[in-house]
């Protein structure tokens, strides 16, 4: 959605989910003028970006939503200045953007910061205008949306850019797709270096966003910890491929069938615990974290947990403890002791998907379980209720 403000004119992305960070993101182009509307398909957005975009992001959008940073890159190439707050979200620890910042710089930005506000102008001129100029890019960490906002900044820039360390998630590739098919020249997306052939100008594109990796892995999660039998239409296991090993690691099965990406628990033994360390891609993915921490609280034996991205995110592990779950953390590890089963109890979600791994928790919970704040929850799923309900789940909602 950041893309399209890169180039006037109709963009259509497709397999876009109903989920309120999608609204929130439509909020944030609305402000700087663009239109967002839902297209004639449900999974259908239309991006209409006009030739003058305000380059400013607004804090109380801004604040909802981290990722909304990735504006930055886009309104710099576009309009040689923006404005954006310092990004708010999910509460799961610090997550500066100095590393955005000094890679843009490298492009020739110069940023100034005040009243909780980022801004940065094009200092560089080609032909007497504002325009960033191709450089070498060298990444301090693999940041996903780093990555995104340089990439999408470099594609504008005149000469070349590389970009060395870049993160390899698959949503770096699928992005690169989008800008290629609006005229951008981009190889390499999906390794650790990517080059950017600057271009003069881009044109609106229709996309296909892939599926999302996160919400396929929820419900293969779900089959584990229930015992059943779970077929994901359009899961790919290439994206994936870290969480299915250590899923088959507990004793589930794990294939890749016609109809899509299937997990089953049904007719094998108890499953077994097994050891995970976050680590960016194709490492385990920090947010597979709270669904297989709570995948592990119903296996037998121990298993140890280790979170090597973010700093705090084990607050929703005091929520599994109040249902039962045997858990010690110490500093970023959390030993997991695999009990018989859970109690249902009045939990509290923090962020989206340790909201979701509480959702699973009810699913082997003896009683009800009442979680609050579950609207984080809707920031990345469409109906997770109602899709869990088509699988014999017992979910309402309050």
Same mark, same amino acid.
């Given at each position: 959605?950041?893309?399209?403000?890169?180039?006037?004119?109709?963009?259509?992305?497709?397999?876009?989910?109903?989920?309120?960070?999608?609204?929130?993101?439509?909020?944030?182009?609305?402000?700087?003028?663009?239109?967002?509307?839902?297209?004639?398909?449900?999974?259908?957005?239309?991006?209409?970006?006009?030739?003058?975009?305000?380059?400013?992001?607004?804090?109380?959008?801004?604040?909802?939503?981290?990722?909304?940073?990735?504006?930055?890159?886009?309104?710099?190439?576009?309009?040689?200045?923006?404005?954006?707050?310092?990004?708010?979200?999910?509460?799961?620890?610090?997550?500066?953007?100095?590393?955005?910042?000094?890679?843009?710089?490298?492009?020739?930005?110069?940023?100034?910061?005040?009243?909780?506000?980022?801004?940065?102008?094009?200092?560089?001129?080609?032909?007497?205008?504002?325009?960033?100029?191709?450089?070498?890019?060298?990444?301090?960490?693999?940041?996903?949306?780093?990555?995104?906002?340089?990439?999408?900044?470099?594609?504008?820039?005149?000469?070349?850019?590389?970009?060395?360390?870049?993160?390899?998630?698959?949503?770096?590739?699928?992005?690169?797709?989008?800008?290629?098919?609006?005229?951008?020249?981009?190889?390499?997306?999906?390794?650790?270096?990517?080059? =950017?052939? /600057? #271009?003069? !100008? *881009?044109?609106? +594109?229709?996309?296909?966003?892939?599926?999302? @990796?996160?919400?396929? &892995?929820?419900?293969?999660?779900?089959?584990?910890?229930?015992?059943?039998?779970?077929?994901?239409?359009?899961?790919?296991?290439?994206?994936?491929?870290?969480?299915?090993?250590?899923?088959?690691?507990?004793?589930?099965?794990?294939?890749?069938?016609?109809?899509?990406?299937?997990?089953?628990?049904?007719?094998?033994?108890?499953?077994?615990?097994?050891?995970?360390?976050?680590?960016?891609?194709?490492?385990?993915?920090?947010?597979?974290?709270?669904?297989?921490?709570?995948?592990?609280?119903?296996?037998?034996?121990?298993?140890?947990?280790?979170?090597?991205l973010f700093f705090g995110r084990f607050r929703y592990v005091e929520e599994l403890r109040r249902m039962?779950?045997?858990?010690?953390?110490?500093?970023?590890?959390?030993? =997991?002791? /695999? #009990?018989? !089963? *859970?109690?249902? +109890?009045?939990?509290?979600?923090?962020?989206? @998907?340790?909201?979701? &791994?509480?959702?699973?928790?009810?699913?082997?919970?003896?009683?009800?379980?009442?979680?609050?704040?579950?609207?984080?929850?809707?920031?990345?799923?469409?109906?997770?209720?109602?899709?869990?309900?088509?699988?014999?789940?017992?979910?309402?909602?309050?």
């Amino acid at each position: 959605m950041a893309a399209c403000l890169l180039a006037e004119g109709r963009h259509v992305l497709t397999n876009v989910p109903r989920i309120s960070d999608v609204d929130i993101m439509a909020e944030v182009l609305e402000a700087m003028g663009a239109v967002v509307t839902r297209g004639e398909r449900p999974d259908e957005l239309v991006v209409n970006t006009p030739a003058d975009i305000t380059p400013e992001a607004p804090y109380e959008l801004v604040e909802k939503m981290r990722a909304s940073v990735v504006v930055l890159g886009p309104l710099l190439a576009r309009c040689g200045w923006a404005k954006v707050s310092m990004p708010g979200g999910d509460d799961f620890g610090p997550r500066p953007i100095d590393m955005h910042l000094r890679a843009l710089e490298s492009l020739g930005v110069e940023f100034t910061s005040s009243h909780g506000n980022v801004e940065g102008r094009v200092e560089s001129t080609v032909a007497g205008s504002p325009r960033l100029v191709g450089n070498r890019v060298v990444l301090e960490y693999p940041s996903h949306t780093g990555t995104d906002n340089v990439l999408m900044a470099a594609v504008l820039a005149k000469g070349t850019t590389v970009i060395e360390n870049a993160a390899r998630e698959p949503e770096v590739r699928d992005l690169a797709d989008f800008l290629n098919a609006m005229g951008a020249r981009i190889t390499g997306a999906g390794t650790s270096r990517i080059e =950017v052939e /600057g #271009v003069d !100008r *881009l044109e609106p +594109a229709t996309h296909a966003v892939i599926p999302d @990796r996160l919400v396929v &892995a929820t419900f293969l999660v779900a089959a584990g910890l229930t015992g059943g039998d779970v077929i994901v239409e359009d899961g790919r296991p290439e994206h994936m491929d870290m969480l299915l090993r250590k899923l088959t690691a507990t004793g589930m099965e794990v294939s890749f069938e016609p109809e899509g990406l299937r997990a089953s628990a049904a007719g094998v033994g108890g499953l077994q615990s097994t050891d995970v360390a976050t680590l960016p891609f194709p490492g385990f993915a920090t947010d597979y974290k709270p669904l297989f921490v709570t995948l592990l609280t119903v296996t037998e034996g121990v298993g140890i947990v280790s979170e090597n991205l973010f700093f705090g995110r084990f607050r929703y592990v005091e929520e599994l403890r109040r249902m039962g779950a045997d858990i010690r953390t110490e500093g970023h590890h959390a030993v =997991v002791r /695999g #009990v018989r !089963r *859970l109690s249902g +109890a009045k939990v509290r979600a923090f962020d989206v @998907r340790a909201g979701a &791994a509480l959702v699973l928790a009810g699913l082997v919970a003896d009683g009800e379980t009442v979680i609050s704040d579950a609207h984080h929850v809707d920031r990345g799923y469409e109906d997770l209720d109602g899709k869990l309900v088509s699988l014999g789940a017992s979910v309402v909602r309050a």
